[in-house]
């Protein structure tokens, strides 16, 4: 588990990515529900890969993907997981433990 | 347990064959094609192993490729797992026979944030099972999803979505499931489904545990119900289907010697039916063993193989202890044409007992199979288990056309016939050896209760264990029934005697005859020898006087001729 100041230390390099399958509604608004989430609170400092797993179907394996869309924050450590169309902001916040002060409840719990 | 090819079904629902002995019999040739099939049971009852053997079968026999997807194992734990049971998953995978994916899920890493979808999963199943051309797949244990996501509304729908869409597939799924206290599943997954349902069960009883398999439904064909005991053991599972065998053999109509001449007589001069099932029940010390080996060594003198299943005493014991009637069993252990298999009954269950015996039929393939003596395996099982168990090796041995001898130890008191009732309805041939206790002496006495389709002595007979071997006495009926011991000895000792006085009379008879014929002789001769005299002496005088005419009529000439008186002829005429 790393550190905090790990954690702070990368703060800078917040790299996501969105797993989907095909255009579907549900990725769509994953995807715009993302982009507006990032934009608000990690304006600058975040890449975004979207990956299809209809043109990649073995890239669902590494990450465990079962749920469509799925949200996996590679960096900064710990991997996180955040499934659904990401329209619920609160709970993607506390996923992204982009939450201040509940971050560390969390991670206590 | 032989390997059946899949019979045609009239309903044509096609099947696709685990490969599994016993349970292809059981549904008739398989888990039905194109269709899910749910697997459950509780913890260790070998779901897994049941579908991980349907998968590397249809891989290595029937050329159908498969994909494992495992919510519970990793690939290489379940690699690991099963290759003590010969299954090589890394060579399969490598040959693109199966494919292994292990789904990871873990509820406290996942935040739920809106609607979603498990494409992801249909995806990867989707992807593994084109790479290889899956025809089958299994999902092991897909109840995991419960626990790993939070929304059951949204996994029931898209479970539902998932086994049509297998279904579409044409893929053969077998999907393994949890049981439920009240459901056949925890999760209710036999509402999704409904195609066929196997139920795997693992009880303890007596401190002694039988696993279980019922196929609770199977949609469009017949198959067995009941619960049929299966193993798992070096080489997977084996289920042992009670009847599937059922009561349709053929059945030969030569003949095989009993080992013992007389014995034999009794049998119509024949010996027992090839194929036929024989048991010879006594109490304890009546020579049930040596009746036995005399059954085996008269098949090992005929050049055929023997296997003898011994519960109580060792091989190198019941050699020495048949030496000693005579029964010289080492060169035929030599030869290999018997082969002594030695085991305590309580050293494992009743169904494993049966495989071990099955699968040692089918590597010595023998003609003969004795088994000493089946009483001992009540120790191991309940009465009705028992049977149960007898039921199937006496039907498996009568498929393969194999005589089966079993001897069963009665009880001394009364109802010394009464345990083998179990078992007697199996058996075409039930011979009791009894002890016969009177005028204070023990002695042996047999007798053939039954034995189906020939003719048959219906005499006590007693017998006695000697040297030579089990030999049976001459019959001697006293006033109260066959005599046995030292009455039969006095009696035959008074039979002698009376029939040596009966020869002396008749001697003597014969003798006074010819002395009466020689009297008659002597006075035939007699009377002859006085009849030749007087003959002879009339002889003699009628010669006398007839030379005595002669010369008186020679003097009459004479005279008249010194007379010179007329010629003869006018001499008359002077007269």
Known sequence: MPTRNNKTAKEGLWELRLYVAGQTPKSLAAFANLKKICEEHLSGKYTIEIIDLLTNPTLAKGDQILAIPTLVRKLPEPVRKIIGDLSNTERVLVGLDLRPGFAGARRGA | ?575
């Open chain 2, 1 to 575: 347990m032989a390997k059946q090819p899949a019979r045609p079904h009239p309903f044509h629902l096609q099947k696709c064959p685990t490969g599994i002995n016993g349970l292809d019999e059981l549904t008739q040739g398989g888990l039905p094609r194109g269709r899910p099939t749910l697997v459950t049971g509780s913890a260790g009852s070998g779901k897994t192993l049941l579908a991980l053997q349907f998968l590397v079968n249809g891989a290595t026999e029937y050329n159908e490729p498969g994909v494992f997807m495992a919510f519970e194992e990793t690939g290489d734990d379940l690699t690991t797992n099963v290759a003590s049971l010969g299954f090589d998953l890394d060579g399969l995978t490598k040959k693109k026979k199966l494919a292994i994916d292990y789904v990871y899920i873990e509820r406290s890493e996942i935040e739920e944030t809106g609607e979603y979808d498990l494409e992801g999963l249909f995806v990867r199943l989707g992807y593994a099972i084109d790479s290889i051309g899956a025809k089958r797949v299994v999902l092991d244990t897909i109840e995991v999803l419960f626990g790993g996501l939070p929304n059951e509304g949204v996994l029931r729908a898209e479970l539902r979505r998932l086994f049509r869409w297998l279904k579409d597939k044409g893929v053969t799924a077998l999907i393994t499931g949890e049981r439920g206290e009240t459901s056949l599943t925890r999760y209710g997954l036999e509402e999704y489904v409904a195609d066929c349902v196997i139920l795997l069960d693992h009880r303890i009883t007596d401190q002694t545990s039988t696993r279980r398999l019922r196929i609770v439904k199977y949609r469009g064909s017949s198959h067995g119900t009941n619960e049929y005991p299966f193993l798992i053991d070096e080489a997977g599972i084996s289920v042992l289907p009670v009847t599937s065998l059922g009561l349709n053999y053929d059945v030969p109509e030569k003949r095989i010697s009993t080992g013992i001449p007389r014995l034999d007589a009794m049998f119509g001069d024949k010996g027992f039916y090839k194929g036929s099932s024989i048991l010879v029940s006594g109490t304890a010390g009546t020579g049930k063993t040596t009746v036995a080996s005399h059954f085996a060594d008269a098949a090992c003198r005929k050049d055929k193989r023997c296997l003898y299943f011994a519960f109580e005493e060792s091989p190198q014991q019941i050699t020495r202890n048949m030496a000693s009637v005579g029964i010289d069993l080492k060169p035929w252990l030599q030869k290999k044409n018997l082969l002594v298999r030695s085991a305590r009954p309580t050293f494992y269950g009743l169904e494993r007992h049966l495989l071990e015996m099955t699968r040692l039929i089918r590597t010595f393939n023998p003609e003969v199979v004795v088994m000493d003596p089946i009483t001992n395996l009540i120790t191991v099982g309940l009465a009705a288990d028992v049977k149960s168990m007898l039921t199937r090796l006496v039907d498996h041995l009568k498929t393969r056309e194999i005589t089966a001898f079993f001897t069963s130890l009665s009880s001394p008191d009364g109802s010394a016939e009464q345990t083998d009732i179990v078992v007697s309805s199996l058996m075409d041939t039930w011979i009791v050896l009894k002890d016969i206790q009177a005028e204070g002496e023990r002695n042996h006495g047999l007798t053939i209760v039954k034995s189906r389709g020939m003719a048959h002595s219906n005499q006590l007979r007693e017998y006695r264990l000697t040297a030579n071997g089990f030999h049976l006495e001459d019959v001697y009926l006293g006033p109260q029934g066959v005599l046995t011991g030292a009455a039969r000895a006095a009696l035959e000792a008074e039979e002698v005697a009376a029939s040596l006085a009966r020869t002396q009379e008749m001697e003597r008879q014969k003798r006074q005859i010819e002395r009466k014929r020689s009297v008659v002789d002597a006075q035939i001769a007699a009377l002859r020898a006085d009849y030749e005299a007087e003959e002879e002496e009339l002889k003699k005088n009628i010669t006398e006087m007839e030379a005595r005419e002669r010369a008186a009529a020679l003097q009459r000439a004479r005279i008249s001729s010194l007379r010179k008186a007329d010629k003869e002829g006018d001499c008359a005429n002077k007269k």
